[in-house]
């Protein structure tokens, strides 16, 4: 039976500060942070991803953040509820988390969940990959269109594909960087074995019929990232 993503995401995507040493940040969020939204059933799943710079729809240049915590969850505001400011206030298991934290080292957003997609009822676990799309298209339903007569169906056809969902964007937390106005109002998040695939006629393929050219160069907003799993805990 296709099990459904929870309502809600929260989407981290961080860097450890400037000084910090990168294994020991790691080690933290994996060994402390993590399993503590997981037992206070903050979050149903958490998953730690770096981002992947080697595939062909990857960004020539690096980010200023390229680590990104997924966090699923029930609560479409996350951080302001109170099992959260007892993790990262009381316990301080993860420092960009705490009142010293500066802009450079994360941003955050809320996103609700509008549709998920499992043709391959993809078992219940974290992808060993992730591609997230945001987007800020010029028709709306030009885009579920898409989606849903013609660029979910040429994905699952792709070696390694596991599901999709899609999302909107959520309320504005007190570390989303940017006017809400201006951040992408939609994010796709495709799961994949692995990546590589794009390399392959079909990959390029996925990327390169007329409507979805059409899509993405009238869209505002267009970026694509690829992700690596780290660690994932919660079901």
Same mark, same amino acid.
């Given at each position: 039976?296709?099990?459904?993503?929870?309502?809600?995401?929260?989407?981290?995507?961080?860097?450890?500060?400037?000084?910090?040493?990168?294994?020991?940040?790691?080690?933290? #969020?994996?060994?402390?942070?993590?399993?503590?939204?997981?037992?206070?059933?903050?979050? $149903?799943?958490?998953?730690?991803?770096?981002?992947?710079?080697?595939?062909?729809?990857?960004?020539?240049?690096?980010?200023?953040?390229?680590?990104?915590?997924?966090?699923?969850?029930?609560?479409?505001?996350?951080?302001?509820t109170d099992v959260h400011a007892l993790i990262?206030?009381?316990?301080?298991?993860?420092?960009?988390?705490?009142?010293?934290?500066?802009?450079?080292?994360?941003?955050?957003?809320?996103?609700?969940?509008?549709?998920?997609?499992?043709p391959k009822n993809y078992k219940n676990v974290?992808?060993?990959?992730?591609?997230?799309?945001?987007?800020?298209?010029?028709?709306?339903?030009?885009?579920?269109?898409?989606?849903?007569?013609?660029?979910?169906?040429?994905?699952?056809?792709?070696?390694?594909?596991?599901?999709?969902?899609?999302?909107?964007?959520?309320?504005? $937390?007190?570390?989303?960087?940017?006017?809400?106005?201006?951040?992408?109002?939609?994010?796709?998040?495709?799961?994949?074995?692995?990546?590589?695939v794009f390399s392959t006629p079909e990959g390029?393929?996925?990327?390169?019929?007329?409507?979805?050219?059409?899509?993405?160069?009238?869209?505002? #907003?267009?970026?694509?990232?690829?992700?690596?799993?780290?660690?994932?805990?919660?079901?």
């Amino acid at each position: 039976m296709t099990t459904s993503p929870p309502s809600h995401l929260l989407y981290v995507n961080l860097q450890p500060a400037e000084g910090v040493e990168q294994k020991t940040w790691i080690k933290n #969020i994996v060994q402390g942070y993590i399993p503590e939204l997981i037992k206070s059933k903050a979050a $149903t799943r958490v998953s730690l991803y770096s981002e992947d710079y080697n595939f062909p729809l990857a960004a020539k240049q690096k980010h200023a953040r390229s680590y990104l915590l997924y966090i699923q969850t029930t609560h479409p505001e996350l951080l302001k509820t109170d099992v959260h400011a007892l993790i990262a206030t009381e316990k301080q298991l993860i420092p960009t988390f705490k009142s010293t934290s500066t802009a450079e080292e994360l941003d955050v957003r809320n996103y609700d969940l509008i549709r998920s997609y499992d043709p391959k009822n993809y078992k219940n676990v974290a992808a060993p990959s992730l591609l997230t799309v945001e987007l800020q298209p010029a028709d709306e339903e030009d885009l579920l269109r898409w989606y849903e007569d013609e660029h979910f169906a040429m994905l699952a056809a792709l070696d390694g594909y596991c599901r999709s969902a899609r999302y909107t964007i959520g309320a504005k $937390t007190d570390y989303t960087l940017g006017e809400m106005d201006q951040l992408p109002k939609y994010i796709a998040v495709h799961d994949f074995d692995k990546l590589d695939v794009f390399s392959t006629p079909e990959g390029d393929a996925v990327s390169n019929t007329p409507w979805t050219v059409k899509v993405l160069n009238t869209s505002s #907003i267009f970026i694509v990232r690829g992700w690596d799993l780290i660690d994932c805990q919660g079901v």
